[in-house]
């Protein structure tokens, strides 16, 4: 086999192999992961967890953070995810509806609808150039300065670490790993 044929083949076979990798990727949505307190960017909009804790129902300041919601059962206890998003772009976007978290396990837990004045408005919108929580809102100013998303998890998701927030959005899902 001479020189050409044998460069021919090998350009054949790259070639499809680009083409399987090109096919491979239609149609698939862009997933990022990071890390809690690094910035995920999806589309033209920014989210990034500031704090993920526990809350304590009992606790005069979680109280805030609990208005509206049931005294939970006793294996179970509330999540929260605190964050900040920053619209970039030059539209206004929605922001998701529901949030989920996972675990280890795969278990998922959806996002709660929320009473309290530092919760995330779950289905909203973000103006372009702003961000969320609004500059001289009580989540702003509170003291993890964050809009908050609610989660009920089993006592049992402890032992299921690490957690994991997806976002969904329309430019490609995303998931933080959260620091808990």
Same mark, same amino acid.
């Given at each position: 086999?001479?020189?050409?044929?044998?460069?021919?083949?090998?350009?054949?076979?790259?070639?499809?192999? =680009?083409?399987?990798? +090109?096919?491979?990727?239609?149609?698939? $949505?862009? *997933?990022?992961? #990071?890390? !809690?307190?690094? @910035?995920?960017?999806?589309?033209?909009?920014?989210?990034?967890?500031?704090?993920?804790?526990?809350?304590?129902?009992?606790?005069?300041?979680?109280?805030?953070?609990?208005?509206?919601?049931?005294?939970?059962?006793? =294996?179970?206890?509330? +999540?929260?995810?605190?964050?900040?998003? $920053?619209? *970039?772009?030059? #539209?206004? !976007?929605?922001? @998701?509806?529901?949030?989920?978290?996972?675990?280890?396990?795969?278990?998922?837990?959806?996002?709660?609808?929320?009473?309290?004045?530092?919760?995330?408005?779950?289905?909203?919108?973000?103006?372009?150039?702003?961000?969320?929580?609004?500059?001289?809102?009580?989540?702003?100013?509170?003291?993890?300065?964050?809009?908050?998303?609610?989660?009920?998890?089993?006592?049992?998701?402890?032992?299921?670490?690490?957690?994991?927030?997806?976002?969904?959005?329309?430019?490609?899902?995303?998931?933080?790993?959260?620091?808990?």
């Amino acid at each position: 086999m001479g020189a050409s044929r044998i460069i021919a083949s090998l350009l054949a076979v790259a070639l499809a192999a =680009a083409a399987m990798v +090109l096919l491979a990727a239609c149609g698939e $949505e862009e *997933h990022t992961h #990071v890390n !809690e307190g690094e @910035p995920i960017e999806l589309g033209e909009v920014s989210y990034n967890i500031a704090l993920t804790r526990f809350l304590n129902p009992e606790d005069p300041e979680d109280a805030e953070y609990l208005e509206g919601q049931p005294e939970p059962q006793p =294996a179970e206890q509330y +999540l929260g995810v605190f964050m900040t998003i $920053e619209n *970039h772009g030059d #539209v206004t !976007e929605e922001l @998701p509806d529901t949030f989920e978290v996972s675990d280890t396990t795969g278990a998922t837990y959806e996002a709660l609808e929320s009473e309290s004045t530092f919760a995330l408005p779950l289905g909203g919108e973000i103006a372009a150039g702003d961000e969320i929580p609004a500059p001289d809102t009580t989540a702003a100013n509170g003291p993890i300065k964050g809009a908050m998303v609610v989660f009920l998890v089993p006592n049992a998701a402890t032992e299921n670490r690490p957690l994991e927030l997806e976002i969904p959005s329309s430019s490609g899902d995303g998931t933080v790993e959260l620091d808990i």
